[in-house]
């Protein structure tokens, strides 16, 4: 399995959270933005990453590769269980996208610095007018949010320099 993945893209980031989250092993495709690889170009109608080609599949938009990754590698699972909870997750990773990528979208295409600097300054000022939805429950959303705490776990346990 290859991912294509661009080292600043937010996108091709929360891909390989899952690849790391499930442990699975996998090549990389480190490219840069503007400067896709030929194969990559032919691979995906929309010249973007990340990109996942698993034998005869080729898989873009994060949002379906981190579904299939999560289908056919399920341990651990990355959804909650109920059909509630999963809505309300889905509709928090709605907003994320909204709100937060959109503007990190916006940020990486602005040519202006000052321009770039208030744009920086609304998406650092949206990211902490939601840290009242990280207190309500220990991990974000629930304790069926595997994702969050999953990587809170990683940190805690990186600056112990231990793994679990
Ligand atoms: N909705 C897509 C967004 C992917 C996206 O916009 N990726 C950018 C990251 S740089 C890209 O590949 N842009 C095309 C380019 O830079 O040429 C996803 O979730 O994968």
Known sequence: MTLFSAPSDPWSHRTRIVLA?????????????????????DLNPYHSVPTLV????????SRVIIEYLDERF??????PVDPVTRAQ?????????????????QIDAEPD????VKLKKILRDT???STDLFKVK?????????????????RRSRSRGTRN
């Open 21 to 41: 989250e499930k442990g699975i092993s996998i090549d990389i495709v480190s490219v840069e933005a503007g400067r896709f690889p030929e194969d990559l170009l």
């Open 54 to 61: 698993d034998r005869d599949l080729v898989l873009y938009d």
């Open 74 to 79: 399920p341990h651990p699972p990355l959804m």
């Open 89 to 105: 997750f889905r509709l928090a990773l709605y907003r994320i996208e909204r709100d937060w990528y959109s503007l990190a979208r």
């Open 113 to 116: 610095k000052k321009q770039t």
């Open 127 to 129: 990211i902490l007018q």
């Open 138 to 154: 220990p991990f974000f959303l629930s304790d069926a949010c595997l994702i969050m705490r999953s990587t809170c776990r990683r």
